[in-house]
């Protein structure tokens, strides 16, 4: 029965993982991604993935500490850092083996996507943690992360697409006008 709850709450995290990659605003983002953290969190725990747990767990504080990037004490460099040498040294305490640098490498990557204000640079950051969180996912049989490493990459890749590569037809239709307007 845990096995079953624990696979519940991973594919809850996994909702609310895919619906953070289409947030248009970083802080929507943010808290997207604390909820489904904190449902990892104890999915992961009742699955014995120890090390994804920890790092989760630091994901809740981290995206917490991030949102408040419009305060002063929020936006202090020294986070950044701070979040850094946590998640190696939560990665180091909840070592599992050489597959916990999988999820280490993710949370490191993340931190460093998450930290930044530039959403453009944030989608593509993006686009690396899925594919080593994978394998950790399929080795510890974690049905909602496997299925949120598969549609936070193509969701980031649809983000990518939305936010960053399509052009909207309003700034074509003000080209249009601005290229007649100099005829």
Same mark, same amino acid.
């Given at each position: ?9 991973g594919?809850?995290?996994?909702l ?7 947030q $248009? ?24 993935? #120890? ?7 630091? @994901? ?16 202090s ?23 916990s640098? +999988?999820?280490? #490498?993710?949370?490191?990557? +993340? ?6 204000? @530039? ?15 994978i394998?950790? @996912?399929?080795?510890? $049989?974690?049905?909602?992360?496997i ?14 697409? /939305?936010?960053?590569?399509? $052009?909207?037809? @309003?700034?074509?239709? $003000?080209?249009?006008v +601005?290229? /007649?307007?100099?005829?």
């Open positions: 029965m845990d096995g079953l709850i624990a696979q519940i709450l594919i809850l995290a996994l609310f993982m895919v619906l953070s990659y289409q $248009k605003v970083r802080v929507g983002l943010l808290r997207m991604q604390m909820l489904s953290n904190a449902l990892f969190v104890i999915s992961y725990f009742m699955l014995g993935a #120890v090390s994804m747990a920890v790092m989760c767990f630091i @994901n809740v504080i981290r995206s917490y500490i991030f949102s408040k990037h419009d305060t002063k004490w929020g936006k460099p020294v986070w950044l850092w701070v979040f850094l040498a946590v998640s190696l040294g939560g990665g180091i305490l909840s070592w599992e083996g050489p597959i640098l +999988l999820v280490i #490498v993710a949370t490191l990557i +993340l931190t460093v996507a998450l930290y930044s204000t @530039n959403l453009k640079f944030m989608r593509m950051m993006f686009l690396f943690p899925p594919l080593f969180y394998t950790y @996912n399929v080795l510890n $049989k974690s049905i909602g992360g299925g949120s490493d598969i549609f936070c990459l193509v969701s980031a890749i649809i983000a990518i697409w /939305r936010f960053d590569m399509r $052009k909207p037809k @309003n700034d074509e239709k $003000k080209q249009e +601005l290229i /007649r307007e100099t005829e």
